[in-house]
Nanobody, 124 residues
């Protein structure tokens, strides 16, 4: 069992920037495919970004050019840098990990482990 913990979520103004983090407890995720999802009230969980073990990155169209996902495998940490934030980015952001990548990074069913989420609110 892998436990994931997100941190860094807060209230920010439109156009602002924020970095959220995901760390694992107990074990490294050196060999895990990692992803970020988000969920707004009344909506389904939505793919945001993902990063492979080797550092290949993937993004949902709505965040391309604004968000950057990165990882430090030996510190058991994944980051999501969010720039030019919009009110529609408001959601709980979840970290996810996959021990055996099957080419479906955009689907929540790909991932084996999930964190509890961190709230990001974009508002004036």
């Amino acid at each position: 069992q892998v436990q994931l913990v997100e941190s860094g979520g807060k209230l920010v103004q439109p156009g602002g920037s924020l970095r959220v983090s995901c760390t694992s407890s107990g074990r490294t995720f050196l060999r895990y495919f990692m992803g970020w999802f988000r969920q707004a009230p009344g909506k389904a969980r939505e793919f945001v970004a993902a990063i492979s073990v080797s550092g290949d990155t993937y993004y949902e169209d709505s965040v391309k050019g604004r968000f950057t996902v990165s990882r430090n495998n030996f510190q058991n940490t994944m980051y999501l840098q969010m720039n030019s934030l919009k009110p529609e980015d408001t959601a709980v952001y979840y970290c996810a990990a996959d021990s055996a990548y099957n080419g479906r990074h955009y689907s929540h069913t790909e991932y084996e482990y999930w964190g509890q989420g961190t709230q990001v609110t974009v508002s004036s």
